[in-house]
Nanobody
């Protein structure tokens, strides 16, 4: 199966930046939605950003739009989430997730929770301090 391994989490002060990485391995040929989700204590898991590998189309939640950037390095199959202007609301466990997909619309819907992601990493913790 597809394996996802996150790294790059840690503690950072408000206004700072972090770059999360997700190594994607063990997947068969095809197109995928590659995404970042997060879950904070007392809140449900939410989609943060998602990318469709065929067209590299990207979609973001309103809460991170303009601050976060999702990207894929096809040379080493690494998914990244560049996070800038971090604030307390960004404190959460961040998960890398993936699903096979035929188009970007499916990925966009997946970000909103319409479709469940089939593959998940174990998460990396991001803690923002003031």
């Amino acid at each position: 199966q597809v394996q996802l391994t996150e790294s790059g989490g840690g503690s950072v002060q408000t206004g700072g930046s972090l770059r999360l990485s997700c190594a994607v391995t063990g997947y068969p040929p095809g197109h995928y939605c590659l995404a970042w989700f997060r879950q904070a204590p007392g809140k449900e898991r939410e989609g943060v950003a998602i990318l469709f590998t065929s067209t590299e189309s990207t979609y973001y939640s309103d809460s991170v739009k303009g601050r976060f950037t999702i990207s894929l390095d096809t040379a080493d199959n690494s998914l990244y989430l560049q996070m800038n202007s971090l604030n307390a609301e960004d404190t959460a466990m961040y998960y890398c997730a993936a699903n096979r997909a035929n188009n970007g619309d499916y990925c966009q819907a997946s970000l909103l929770g319409k479709y469940r992601m089939n593959y998940w990493g174990k998460g990396t913790l991001v803690a923002i301090s003031s």
